[in-house]
């Protein structure tokens, strides 16, 4: 009989000093534990192409993450903070709130502007989303020039790091200039996320060029990353955990991309737990673009992916629930366990692991 994991399989000890608070020195720098079978081993990420070959294709999740944080006031002078999670039409936005007594529904509040900006920002609550019992808060988000969510993001929002990296709690020190360089890929096109695809920020123009003369071919997807993706399971029965959602589009040439490099026998490399999201959910539903709630644990019949590129994860999180799915419960514990005996970095900032699809579902050893 398969075995039945519980949350607690998924909870391991991570002395605090290995969460990473800062980018390695380049973005290839970063090491990677190639975990597949027969043996572990160490390597550095710029060692990549020589995992790889020619015909294979890496697929990457080209979401851009939004200055999403705002910092502001209440009429009353209570501080508060929103987080954008998603922009909605006519300038609406569905967002977190951080507020010791939240505002009433037509309320207004005055949010910080950019130093040296003339703009009058503030953000209008409408209710909740996206329903009346909705876990966000729905804002018309403006100021006097009208400009869209989008631009005023840009213009004065912060970037949203994790809550693990403690240098921008509460405010302090939210714009530091390595955050808004690194904690964003080299290829991200479409604005949306509040998180980075971090397996991807590994990455650097002289490594994607390596890997394209050695014909390793190249295709995007888009999933926008939400605050969801940093939260704990609670339940300790898996089935009893809902799962966030985010919004995910596999493009045309994509699925055709996919659709060749499986017909001649290469490998669909994901690159990121995001990327595997957004293509099994394409496999399972037939739908290319809309929103995803998958909650992968093991025994899932993966339909595309065939090696995995991904970071160090959160104990009792979905992601580590989900590459052990992929790559098998044991190898993925065992492979953690050399992790943190060899003092690597996890998280957002931390470094990588090189996976291969376990070939059939895990049995229960006991």
Request: proline share 7%; net charge neutral; hydrophobic share 45%.
């Amino acid at each position: 009989m398969p075995r039945t994991f519980t949350l607690s399989d998924f909870d391991f000890a991570l002395p605090p000093e290995l969460i990473a608070q800062h980018p390695a020195a380049q973005r290839s720098s970063a090491r990677l534990l190639d975990a597949r079978e027969p043996a572990l081993a160490d390597r550095i990420f710029h060692a990549l192409p020589g995992l790889l070959r020619s015909g294979d294709l890496l697929v990457l999740n080209d979401t851009r993450v939004m200055k999403a944080r705002f910092f502001g006031e209440k009429a009353s002078g209570g501080k508060l903070e929103i987080l954008v999670e998603r922009v909605l039409a006519g300038n609406q936005v569905a967002a977190h709130l951080r507020v010791s007594k939240k505002p009433a529904p037509g309320d207004t509040v005055a949010l910080h502007t950019a130093p040296g900006q003339a703009d009058r920002l503030r953000a209008t609550l409408l209710g909740r989303w996206p329903d009346a019992n909705g876990p966000l808060f729905r804002f018309v988000l403006s100021n006097d020039a009208g400009d869209d969510p989008y631009t005023l993001m840009e213009r004065h929002g912060h970037m949203p790091l994790p809550p693990y990296i403690a240098r921008q709690q509460d405010g302090a020190n939210p714009d530091a200039e390595e955050d808004a360089q690194r904690y964003q890929t080299v290829f991200a096109t479409n604005p949306g996320a509040i998180a980075a695809p971090t397996a991807a920020l590994h990455f650097d123009e002289a490594l994607l060029a390596q890997l394209e003369a050695m014909g390793v071919q190249r295709a995007h997807v888009t999933l926008h990353v939400g605050a969801g993706t940093f939260q704990p399971v609670k339940t300790e029965n898996l089935a009893e955990h809902r799962m966030h959602s985010e919004w995910y589009q596999v493009p045309q040439a994509t699925q055709d991309a996919i659709a060749a490099c499986q017909a001649r026998g290469g490998r669909v490399v994901a690159v990121g737990t995001t990327t595997v999201r957004t293509l099994e959910s394409w496999a399972t539903s037939g739908v290319v673009s809309g929103d995803t709630s998958i909650f992968i644990t093991p025994g899932f019949a993966f339909q595309v992916i065939d090696v995995l590129i991904t970071n160090f994860h959160l104990p009792k999180s979905t992601l580590l629930m989900l590459i052990s799915a992929f790559a098998g419960y044991e190898p993925v514990m065992a492979a953690y366990r050399h992790a943190i005996a060899q003092r690597y970095r996890f998280f957002s900032y931390g470094d990588a692991m090189l996976l291969a699809r376990a070939p059939a579902p895990q049995e229960d050893p006991r």
